[in-house]
C-alpha cells in the first residue's frame, strides 16, 4: 500500500475514532441556553397570563416579557462532544453538572423547588405590586410546615396562624425562628395561634377569627448547633382585596417575579407604563419590592433581544455581567426595587431614555 494512501488511511481512522471517543465519553457537565420569553401583558396557550378580578383594570400595550434559561435536566449525561460545541458555541455556556444540580440533586426534587419557588415569587410579585400602588393587604404568618419527629409534631400544623410568641407579637416569619432561639435546647416556648380550620372559616366567612390557643412546647438542640428548635418552618399568608391569578404552567424557579409584579401595575393602572415599547426583563422580588440577582443572566438577555426586546430590566447585581456582553440593539436598565423599575419605565414611555440608569461592565 502506497504511503500516502496509509497515511490518509490511518488519519481517517483516528478522526473517527475521536469521533466516536467524543460521542461514548461522557463528562460531568451541563449546558445552559435562551429559554422561552413570555409577555406577561398578553396571553399564553389561548389564555391572559395576568388574570384580575374585582377591581378596575385597564388597557395595556407593547411587552413587559419575563425571560428563561433552559438547562439540560439533572438526568442527563453530555457527552465530550457536546461539551466542546457548547464551549465554543457563543450563546450558550456548559458549567459543571454539580452547579446546577448539587449534592446529586435529582430531576424529581430540582423540579418540585423550581414549582415551589415560582408560587412563591408569583405571591411575593402581587404584595409587592399591591404594595407599590398603596392598596391594601393583609399577611399574617403561618405554620408553614411540621418537621416529622420534631417537638412540634402533633401540637402546631401546616396553616396554623402564629399570633405570638412567649406573648411577644409576631410580625415578620423571622420572628419566629429569633423568639424560639432566645431560648435554650430543654426550654418551653409558648405559641398563641388561631388553628388552621379556625384560620379557614374565618377566611370564608370574611370575619377575624375570635378563638386562640395557648400551645407549649419543649424545644430542642439543633443538628449541628446548639441553638433551640421546636421543628417547624414559618411561612406568610395573605388576604388580598381582589383576585389576581398568575396563569403560566412549564415555568420554574423565582426570576419571573419582578416581571410579573410590573404586569400586575400596569394593568391596575390607568396610564401605559411601557408606552408601546418592548421591555423585558429579570429577578427575584421580595414582598416589599426588592430586586434580587437570578442565575443566567447573559442567555436572559440574548432570548429577550431575539424576540424582539429593546430594554432590559437587569437586577443590579447582576449588571456587571449582563454589560459584559451585550446582545446588539438592546439597552440594559439597572434596577434594584420594584420603584426604580416603574420609574424606568416611565423615561421609556416618554422617550427620556437618556436618564435612564444603565449596567456597566464594572460593578458599582
Known sequence: MPR???????STLMLIALLCAGVLIKVPYSEMSPGPTVNTLGDHDGEPVLQISGHKTYPTSGNLNMTTVRVTSADYKMNLAEAVYGWLAHDNIVVPHDTLYPNGKTEQQSTQE??????????????????ELDLPVESQVIVATVFKGDPAEGKLHAGDVIQKVDGKPVKEMTDVAKLVTEHKPGESVTF??????EAAAAEKSGKKASRTE??????????G??????GIEAGTDHTFPFTIDIKLADVGGPSAGLMFALGIVDKLTPKDLTGGKFVAGTGTITERGKVGPIGGIEMKTVGAREKGAEYFLTPKDNCAAAASDVPDGLTLVEVDTIEDAVKSLDKI??????????CTATAK
Do not use: C, H, W, Y
Open 114 to 131: 423550581n414549582a415551589e419557588e415560582f408560587s412563591q415569587s408569583q405571591e411575593s410579585a402581587k404584595v409587592a405590586a399591591l404594595r
Open 214 to 223: 395557648e400551645i407549649k412546647i419543649t424545644t430542642k438542640k439543633a443538628e
Open 349 to 358: 414611555r416618554k422617550g427620556d431614555t437618556g436618564a435612564l440608569p444603565s
Open 192 to 197: 398563641t395561634i388561631v388553628p388552621v380550620k
Open 4 to 10: 500516502r494512501t496509509a497515511t490518509m488511511l490511518a
Open 225 to 230: 448547633g446548639d441553638r433551640a428548635i421546636v
